[in-house]
């Protein structure tokens, strides 16, 4: 058939080798070392002349299927797969940075990204430089010789803060650097991050793909279109092989920090892919209804969801992700005290964190994930303490709805 769409493909994706009880599901191999029939054999293994799986630290064949499914949709050069969706910004830029080296990327991030950034990698002689991912001239301006990619969050979190993608990969390929983006917030069965220039794609698995909170996963999409060659750490590397940043990740970077996915959270994701375009149309149709219904109430003193035509980033987010991106919305009241009465009085709604759960959930971001920051911080990365983060479940509308106005009459 010719015109099998690629998420179609990957529910008929064949076993690298056929299962002897002809399983529909790929089987859960929790080995951690193979057997080799001869030491010839186990040589070229291990020195990479086969394709044969040596030790599970290293790839294992749940977890390689997994990653065959995910660019097998997404239609990339490479696919990783890690045990956390820090894991793959982590293990990112590890490989791509270097000491005397820089970020160039928004104060608008999530917390632990900020911190990885400008506590972890510091250490090691990083530098982060921040400025609006908004304005094309301030991203030029930080860009040197030594920026070793722009950072940015598809649809910040919890800021809802949008940059124009192709401006941002146009000025960053200009200076010869590549694009690096947390695309988490829209799965990528709904967006396709290479059509806007994108060059490595970091997930947190653990949201859309687990199937609702089931399991903690991260991914690392390589696109495979950026010329490593510019890259003073990578450079050497992309005479050999065709993506240097896939080739240092998977035979150094990720070996040795020993962040691979589990096979049980494999098998369990690659489940959720099956059914997360059905998902995602549910959970992000939902919230912009909830979004516009929140409007109308007294209490709210507004709400933030890009989907909304009145919204800053409408019409940017329109043409890259279409009318409903993604299923988190924030909306603010009066004060921290209000916010933690609502929060206090709901009834369905669960008081909770992590994104796109079947189950909705929301959190006050100030007071936990960015709750060690300091005041000057928060107000630097546009964290308020009148903010609620809202994750749209499956529940119906009107359920959810119902509950956040009982919360608010209260």
Not at 104 to 114: I, K
Request: proline letters at 3%; hydrophobic letters at 35%.
């Amino acid at each position: 058939m010719n015109k099998i769409n690629q998420e179609d493909r990957s529910l008929s994706l064949n076993y690298p080798k056929p299962d002897p009880y002809g399983s529909l599901s790929m089987p859960v191999y929790h080995a951690l070392a193979y057997e080799f029939s001869t030491a010839e054999e186990m040589e070229d293994a291990f020195c990479g002349r086969t394709d044969e799986h040596t030790y599970s630290r290293v790839t294992n064949p749940t977890v390689q299927f997994y990653e065959e499914r995910v660019k097998t949709i997404t239609d990339a050069y490479g696919v990783t797969a890690l045990n956390s969706g820090m894991a793959a910004i982590s293990n990112t830029f590890l490989t791509l940075a270097w000491s005397g080296s820089n970020i160039v990327t928004s104060r608008h991030l999530f917390g632990n990204t900020y911190s990885f950034f400008v506590n972890t990698l510091k250490a090691f002689g990083v530098e982060t430089r921040f400025c609006d991912v908004t304005d094309p001239a301030d991203v030029a301006d930080n860009l040197d010789e030594n920026s070793c990619a722009v950072f940015v969050e598809v649809i910040s979190n919890p800021q809802m803060e949008v940059a124009d993608l192709k401006i941002l990969s146009r000025v960053a390929h200009e200076n010869n650097v590549p694009l690096i983006a947390d695309t988490t917030i829209v799965p990528f069965t709904s967006f396709k991050a290479k059509d806007f220039g994108i060059d490595i794609d970091v997930i947190s698995s653990t949201k859309y793909i687990s199937g609702g909170g089931t399991s903690l996963g991260g991914l690392i999409i390589d696109y495979g279109k950026f010329d490593w060659g510019h890259s003073p750490k990578l450079s050497s590397l992309s005479e050999i092989t065709e993506s240097a940043f896939h080739f240092k990740l998977r035979k150094e970077i990720h070996r040795n920090m020993g962040a691979y996915m589990t096979p049980d959270v494999a098998f369990i994701q690659s489940l959720g892919l099956e059914t997360l375009s059905v998902r995602y149309e549910r959970h992000s149709s939902s919230c912009l209804e909830l979004a516009k219904r929140l409007k109308t109430l007294t209490g709210v003193k507004s709400v933030n969801y890009t989907g909304l035509e009145d919204n800053i980033w409408h019409k940017v987010s329109q043409n890259q992700f279409g009318e409903y991106p993604g299923a988190m919305l924030t909306f603010d009241l009066e004060s921290k005290d209000a916010c933690f009465r609502f929060m206090n009085r709901l009834q369905i709604i669960h008081r909770a964190t992590n994104l796109f759960d079947n189950k909705s959930l929301i959190i006050h971001p100030a007071s936990t994930i960015y709750g060690t920051f300091t005041q000057e911080q928060r107000s630097d990365m546009g964290i308020k303490e009148t903010t609620l983060r809202m994750s749209v479940g499956l529940e119906s509308v009107d359920t959810l709805f119902s509950d956040i106005k009982q919360a608010l009459e209260g």
